[in-house]
T-cell receptor
């Protein structure tokens, strides 16, 4: 069955430190991949997406993600986090070769230490 | 103005009551979705609609119904609310031509007493 896994439920980093959030997918073929962010009290906002081409994708707010086909991963990174990055992050995938609906991971909550 | 709006933003109701959550979008997208979010469970799909005449059940449709009144409107109803339907509900839209990027409303926080 198709699935998206975010192994870390919570991650805590210090402000200014680097960040990597993990995402693994299980699909028959490479799906379209997304990262969304949910700030407290708000809906989800798209950070970035990967459809094809360059495996390193740049997004908003200084985030980037790298697609690695061999590892079925699409990890989100940021070189230096800010206190405002504290939020919940969702990885998602959809197979556009069929009329499939998008599948979300269960989310990773990011905490920032001052 | 927001592209995807949800009303109400907050609602408290009692067990057994019928309630409706409404979603409107100005993005011109054909596809609309209803999700619920519970702590630790992420987003779970309740219902989705790929166009006005298409309604599909998601993974947790029991106890819910929907109506797609127009391309821009997609309502979620709880026919007889129960406490375990207390959650944060999100409406979203997408456009296949846009690679299925989803655009979310601000959410409705529902408390069933």
């Amino acid at each position: 069955a198709q699935s998206v896994t975010q192994p870390d439920i919570h991650i805590t980093v210090s402000e200014g430190a680097s960040l990597e959030l993990r995402c693994n997918y299980s699909y028959g073929a490479t799906p379209y991949l997304f990262w969304y962010v949910q700030s407290p009290g708000q809906g989800l906002q798209l950070l970035l997406k990967y459809f094809s081409g360059d495996t390193l994708v740049q997004g908003i707010k200084g985030f980037e993600a790298e697609f690695k086909r061999s590892q079925s991963s699409f990890n989100l990174r940021k070189p230096s986090v800010h206190w405002s990055d504290a939020a919940e992050y969702f990885c998602a995938a959809v197979n556009l070769n069929r009329d499939d609906k998008i599948i979300f991971g269960k989310g990773t909550r990011l905490h920032i230490l001052p | 103005d927001a592209d995807v709006t949800q009303t109400p933003r907050n609602r408290i109701t009692k067990t057994g009551k019928r309630i409706m959550l409404e979603c409107s979008q100005t993005k011109g997208h054909d596809r609309m979705y209803w999700y619920r979010q519970d702590p630790g469970l992420g987003l779970r799909l309740i219902y989705y609609s790929f166009d006005v005449k298409d309604i599909n059940k998601g993974e947790i449709s029991d106890g819910y119904s929907v109506s797609r009144q127009a391309q821009a409107k997609f309502s979620l109803s709880l026919e007889s609310a129960i406490p375990n339907q207390t959650a944060l509900y999100f409406c979203a839209t997408s456009d296949l031509g846009g690679g299925e990027t989803q655009y979310f409303g601000p959410g409705t926080r529902l408390l069933v007493l």
